[in-house]
């Protein structure tokens, strides 16, 4: 068990890429961590638990918290990180690719979010932080990418109906909205055309995720914000 003073984090899609940096991020503010990805290890720090499953089956969700409760005897923060991402011309998608990104992206975040806020609730505090992505609010040619418009926007428009639904509880509702992200699913050769998606000129490097993570974490009278770390995309070009 932790310590009643030490806070708590479960952090999906941990295993690489953004969710490991947020991973490392908690803890190195001192949180202990419940990471759960379908392919991640077991963890040398005792400070972080890691639960293998698809957050697409529901039951995930609940043997992620199960074990967060049971391990540290407490959720304060829920950052819902783990998502698909397909980019195709829009008669391209299949209902397959259709039913996978509705399944992870929105069922997975339902599913863990709605169990995750009972026990924030109860404490009279917690913290909800949802990936999102910049093409929500700026769609990009070069990258056709409908589902997760779909997807991701339906995720930042939850952010603030949350939030407002639980401003009085203590329970805060935030987002991070990356841009193109220098992360194992990116090919190092593709990095200089995507570099010149953003009008500062270079992809995002996941530390900048996991400040943003982090700012919005310690900023207590921000809810319902949907941070932009996009080199400038979504502001335009």
């Known amino acids: 068990m932790t310590t009643i003073e030490q806070k708590v984090a479960v952090v999906t899609g941990a295993s690489r890429g953004i969710g490991a940096g947020l991973v490392e991020g908690y803890r190195k503010h001192g949180y202990a961590v419940v990471a759960t990805s379908r392919t991640i290890p077991a963890s040398d720090d005792p400070q972080v638990h890691t639960v293998r499953g698809d957050l697409a089956d529901p039951h995930t969700a609940a043997r992620v918290l199960d074990a967060a409760l049971e391990r540290f005897g407490r959720i304060d923060t829920l950052v819902n990180n783990a998502g698909l991402f397909l980019a195709k011309p829009f008669t391209a998608y299949t209902d397959d690719d259709f039913a996978a990104m509705i399944g992870l992206n929105l069922a997975g975040f339902f599913a863990i979010t709605r169990r995750a806020v009972v026990p924030m609730l109860d404490q009279g505090a917690g913290h909800v932080l949802t990936v999102t992505t910049s093409l929500v609010d700026h769609a990009l040619s070069a990258v056709p990418s409908v589902l997760a418009s779909l997807t991701k926007g339906g995720l930042d428009a939850a952010t603030r109906s ?9 329970v805060r509702v935030n987002a991070v909205s990356p841009g193109i ?5 990116h090919p190092v050769e593709a990095h200089g055309a995507y570099a010149t998606l953003h009008p500062m000129g270079r992809m995002g490097e996941v530390e900048e995720i996991v400040h943003a993570a982090l ?12 941070l932009h ?4 995309q979504s502001a335009g070009h």
């Open 162 to 170: 949350l939030a407002v639904e639980y401003a009085g509880t203590g």
């Open 181 to 185: 992200i220098k992360t194992p699913m």
């Open 215 to 226: 700012y919005l974490e310690t900023a207590a009278f921000v809810t319902g914000e949907t």
């Open 229 to 232: 770390v996009d080199g400038g």
